[in-house]
């Protein structure tokens, strides 16, 4: 009896998640500064790095056996030291990662059971349902992650264009490009505040 391949559409889908993440809801406010122009180009240049750091990692794994991992290919190129730094840096910021979803998405499950039941139900509740929840998904099989993570997607873009399709119509040029702005108003000292938490969030 042959395996079943994995799907290319569940796939897509988990690397969709991963790069549109919680993150992406700090965007609009940490490129106000910059308004509508500067937005793009930070935008553009957070674009173009993960996709040279993609194609990097693509270019390094060619030279690799399959089933090499990340650890592997730092310690050979970079040596152990810098392998250790990788390490805990890589472990730092995915301990920070599951503490954010686990706080945020614990928080929004108790208040979706709380308005469900009427009643209050604490946060360590909501927080423990939406912790064994995901981690059953990710237990029972990947194939459960790529369907749950389609599932998401597929409400993130709808919300998406829900939520600025309603927008499209109140649109005003000049103060979409900030004609009226004062001379010497400086927009691209902000540029500092934006980039990293763009970096952080699509990264």
Request: charged fraction near 5%; aromatic fraction near 14%.
């Amino acid at each position: 009896m042959s395996e079943k391949s994995p799907s290319l559409f569940g796939g897509a889908m988990i690397i969709a998640g991963t790069v549109v993440g919680a993150g992406m809801f700090a965007n609009p406010t940490a490129t106000s500064g910059v308004w509508f122009a500067g937005s793009l180009a930070v935008l553009f240049y957070t674009w173009f790095s993960m996709l040279s750091g993609g194609l990097m990692l693509l270019e390094v794994n060619t030279h690799y056996p399959h089933g090499a991992s990340f650890d592997t290919m730092v310690k050979d190129l970079l040596g152990q030291g810098w392998n250790v730094v990788n390490g805990l840096s890589v472990a730092f910021v995915l301990y920070l990662l599951t503490y954010a979803y686990i706080f945020v998405g614990g928080d929004l499950t108790a208040q979706g059971l709380g308005n469900l039941t009427g009643s209050a139900v604490p946060l360590a509740a909501g927080q423990l349902l939406f912790f064994v929840v995901l981690a059953l998904c990710v237990w029972v099989s990947s194939h459960w992650v790529g369907r749950l993570t389609s599932v998401l997607i597929g409400g993130m873009v709808v919300a998406f264009f829900w939520a600025t399709g309603g927008l499209l119509g109140s649109v005003k040029m000049p103060v979409l490009l900030d004609s009226a702005a004062p001379e010497g108003t400086q927009y691209w000292i902000y540029v500092a505040a934006a980039l990293p938490v763009c970096l952080a969030s699509f990264g």
